[in-house]
């Protein structure tokens, strides 16, 4: 059987890929495993699910909850929140397993479920791996007493993850300004009240979720509306979360785009003058810009490069025990206060520098030159090849003889989506579009399905 699971717990088209049958049986399984590891103690283990806005949550909602409560978990049902306090609150209370609902930037029709271990840390591949091989085998149902019990208590969600965020953003935000699109997403409700609650002026929109609109010409994939804003209203900055606010992108008072690797660039060297970046070391993925690379080695920052996605940069943080890592598209970990991207705490930490720095968005972020960057994804083809096709591999070597040290390739099979990613960098723009171009041709042509 392929890997149901991808770079980000299981996601796809709801109702179709990802159907109420298969989030029972997800639930089943998770819970099976999750019991099968824990010490007996007379009480039975609790898992918390979370989703974000979308109109497919609600089912598949109370389906993982059915699957759950079946196999002899108890489960709190919190509604509508963000990634980061699913893990939160995996992490900070007595919870065994923590289930988020959402297929973060992906347009609505697509949904997804990801897993938390207590602790708040995502599942790794391996335990993936063994929920997957439990789907469908015979096992001893509980039965009577033994089956869990279901509650709905989102108050407690919202108001543990809203004091979570004050404790870490340790200071007030009078004086600001923030211009803040929420994405109809998990964060409408709770980026407005986190900046509330630290005094910030927060000038709010795509606040309004109604199961449908969620991502849609807003957010961190359409920062359109935000950059406009943001000059509109004078704003300081302005920042903007994608569908679960798991990732975050800001824009200067100017509308220029700041994304993730200029966010945690200038987070790295604020935290490397206070003292509190650990080992003076960035973790980046190979998706971050060369001009990310380059700017920290001038300012005397290590780097460390891992795989795309934030669960990668965790575990290159925790095994090498660095306290900052992300991700280009704007996932952002400090690992003091977070066990996974988030996008409200970071635009919090962002606001925060920007406030005791004294100093604008724009020039916090300025010694990091974006070296031109294109990226082309590459659909219809068989994702599978994408590293191995010998017609590929020599395009690829092909053209990272023409850019020689002054850019790159990178190749990826999405880990999300059924694509290959072409990302070219080079000295000029020109330039990399024409490589980039030639690159995606060769993969159309030679991997196509």
Request: net charge negative; aromatic share 4%.
């Amino acid at each position: 059987m392929a890997r149901l699971f991808g770079t980000d717990g299981v996601r796809g088209l709801a109702n179709v890929d990802l159907t109420a049958p298969l989030a029972l049986e997800l639930g089943e399984a998770a819970a099976r495993l999750t019991i099968q590891g824990r010490p007996a103690s007379g009480h039975k283990p609790k898992a918390i699910i979370g989703r974000d806005t979308r109109i497919s949550g609600e089912f598949l909602d109370h389906a993982l909850a059915a699957g759950l409560a079946s196999a002899g978990m108890d489960v709190i049902r919190v509604g509508v929140v963000t990634t980061p306090t699913v893990a939160h609150l995996t992490a900070s209370s007595s919870v065994d397993l923590g289930v988020m609902i959402s297929a973060s930037h992906n347009p609505m029709p697509d949904n997804g479920i990801k897993f938390f271990a207590h602790g708040g840390y995502k599942l790794p591949d391996q335990v993936e791996d063994q929920i997957q091989e439990l789907l469908n085998t015979s096992w001893d149902r509980p039965t009577g007493a033994a089956v869990g019990e279901v509650e709905y208590d989102d108050d407690w969600a919202e108001k543990s993850y809203i004091e979570h965020l004050m404790t870490s953003l340790g200071t007030d935000l009078h004086g600001l300004r923030i211009a803040v699109d929420c994405a109809n997403g998990g964060a409408s409700f709770l980026a407005p009240e986190a900046f509330r609650q630290a005094g910030a002026d927060a000038v709010v929109i795509n606040a309004a979720p109604d199961g449908r609109n969620i991502n849609d010409k807003a957010g961190s994939t359409h920062p359109e509306q935000l950059q406009a804003l943001t000059v509109a209203s004078e704003a300081d900055f302005g920042v903007a979360y994608d569908g679960d606010a798991d990732r975050c992108l800001a824009v200067d008072r100017d509308g220029n785009i700041v994304d993730g690797d200029k966010i945690m660039g200038a987070l790295a060297v604020h935290m490397r003058d206070e003292g509190q970046l650990a080992k003076d070391t960035l973790v980046v993925t190979v998706m971050s810009n060369l001009g990310l690379i380059l700017a920290m080695q001038e300012a005397g920052i290590k780097t460390v490069q891992t795989g795309v996605g934030d669960r990668y940069v965790l575990e290159a943080m925790l095994e090498g025990g660095y306290s900052l890592g992300g991700e280009q598209s704007g996932h952002i970990i400090a690992k003091k206060y977070a066990t996974t991207g988030d996008g409200i705490l970071s635009s919090l930490l962002l606001a925060r520098m920007v406030k005791e720095s004294g100093r604008d968005l724009a020039d916090l972020t300025s010694f990091i030159k974006r070296l031109p960057q294109t990226l082309i994804n590459v659909g219809g083809v068989d994702r599978s090849r994408a590293n191995t096709d010998p017609a590929v591999q020599e395009a690829v070597t092909a053209a990272e003889a023409v850019l020689g040290n002054t850019g790159r390739v990178l190749l990826r099979p999405s880990g999300t989506e059924p694509l290959v990613r072409v990302m070219v960098e080079a000295a000029t723009q020109s330039q990399a579009d024409g490589v980039a171009s030639r690159l995606a041709d060769v993969v159309k042509e030679n991997l196509a399905l």
